[in-house]
T-cell receptor, first 112, second 113 residues
Framework: KQEVTQIPAALSVPEGENLVLNCSFT??????LQWFRQDPGKGLTSLLL?????REQTSGRLNASLDKSSGRSTLYIAASQPGDSATYLC???????????FGTGTRLLVSP | GAGVSQSPRYKVAKRGQDVALRCDPI?????LFWYQQALGQGPEFLTY????????KSGLPSDRFFAERPEGSVSTLKIQRTQQEDSAVYLC???????????FGQGTRLTVV
């Protein structure tokens, strides 16, 4: 059974810092791994999707990496801004299943 | 529509009441998913449709939960005889055929009192 863990559970940084969010998964048999952002009371916004054959994806200030062999993914946020404050969720798509298995998220607060 | 639409946004139900939650997926999206998100937790998979066929319902927590998508578009998640532990945000997502990139709605927050 696929299990996804995210650390840290919460992170508070001053504006401008570069930061890394971590995600680990127990089963390397995945189609892809996705990173989402969730604002309070809102749904999920997809940030980046990394296919199992890829090692990283970039979008603006965001960079996500995937290491299937070690069961890890990281989300790197450069030059953080207060608008980046949200909960960040990673989700693995297990091979053979049409569903996502989510971690519990990292709550990020970026202070001005 | 432009995105996945869910209604109602908020629902308060008395314990024992039946509720129905609606999801209108992105036009043309064949796959539809329901997830349950308890407070402070990540979403957990409930069920998956491909068109009108319910292909996976392994995440439904009990036989009080029932989902349907009769015409392969709009879906309804029904919870019978609601209990306090059913209080959560219910998220719907849709995706194109063959894609696991899911697009989520804003969710329905269900509170059972």
């Amino acid at each position: 059974k696929q299990e996804v863990t995210q650390i840290p559970a919460a992170l508070s940084v001053p504006e401008g810092e570069n930061l890394v969010l971590n995600c680990s998964f127990t089963d390397s048999a995945i189609y892809n791994l996705q990173w989402f952002r969730q604002d309070p009371g809102k749904g999920l916004t997809s940030l980046l999707l990394i296919q199992s054959s890829q090692r990283e994806q970039t979008s603006g200030r965001l960079n996500a990496s995937l290491d299937k062999s070690s069961g890890r993914s990281t989300l790197y946020i450069a030059a953080s801004q207060p608008g980046d404050s949200a909960t960040y969720l990673c989700a693995a798509s297990p091979t053979g299943f049409q569903k996502l298995v989510f971690g519990t998220g990292t709550r990020l607060l970026v202070s001005p | 529509g432009a995105g996945v639409s869910q209604s109602p946004r908020y629902k308060v139900a008395k314990r024992g009441q039946d509720v129905a939650l609606r999801c209108d997926p992105i036009s043309g999206h064949v796959s539809l998913f329901w997830y349950q998100q308890a407070l402070g937790q990540g979403p957990e998979f409930l069920t998956y449709f491909q068109n009108e066929a319910q292909l996976d319902k392994s995440g439904l927590p009990s036989d009080r939960f029932f989902a349907e998508r009769p015409e392969g578009s709009v879906s309804t998640l029904k919870i019978q005889r609601t209990q306090q532990e059913d209080s959560a945000v219910y998220l719907c997502a849709s995706s194109l055929e063959g894609s696991t990139e899911a697009f989520f709605g804003q969710g329905t927050r269900l509170t059972v009192v």
